[in-house]
């Protein structure tokens, strides 16, 4: 069973900047998507940014600019660069990694809290 270990989520005040990681514990056959999301208090999962094996990258409307996802094969981990953060970016944030078979595998949820 593929296990994904997401770690770097914590408090920080608006303006401020936090690095997300999350890591499968083994290789899960061969990864195609890897993605973040995050679920706010009374809302809706929804996709925050994604990366493809070809290098393609998608991010939601409310973060470009300000967060960039990055991945490392070798190492089948994936990380979100979090900068210029907002009360609005706080959530609970869930890593998925999904593999050519199509087989998704999502990680346990980092909280993260942008408040002053």
């Known amino acids: 069973q593929v296990q994904l270990v997401e770690s770097g989520g914590g408090l920080v005040q608006p303006g401020g900047s936090l690095r997300l990681s999350c890591a499968a514990s083994?290789?899960?056959?061969?990864?195609?998507?890897m993605a973040w999301y995050r679920q706010a208090p009374g809302k809706e999962r929804e996709l925050v940014a994604s990366?493809?094996?070809?290098?393609?990258?998608n991010y939601a409307d409310s973060v470009k600019g300000r967060f960039t996802i990055s991945r490392d094969n070798a190492k089948n981990t994936v990380y979100l660069q979090m900068n210029s953060l907002k009360p609005d970016d706080t959530a609970v944030y869930y890593c998925?990694?999904?593999?050519?078979?199509?087989?998704?595998?999502w990680g346990q949820g980092t909280q993260v809290t942008v408040s002053s």
């Open positions: 998925k990694i999904t593999n050519f078979r199509g087989t998704s595998y």
């Open positions: 083994r290789s899960p056959w061969s990864i195609n998507v």
């Open positions: 990366s493809t094996s070809i290098g393609a990258t």
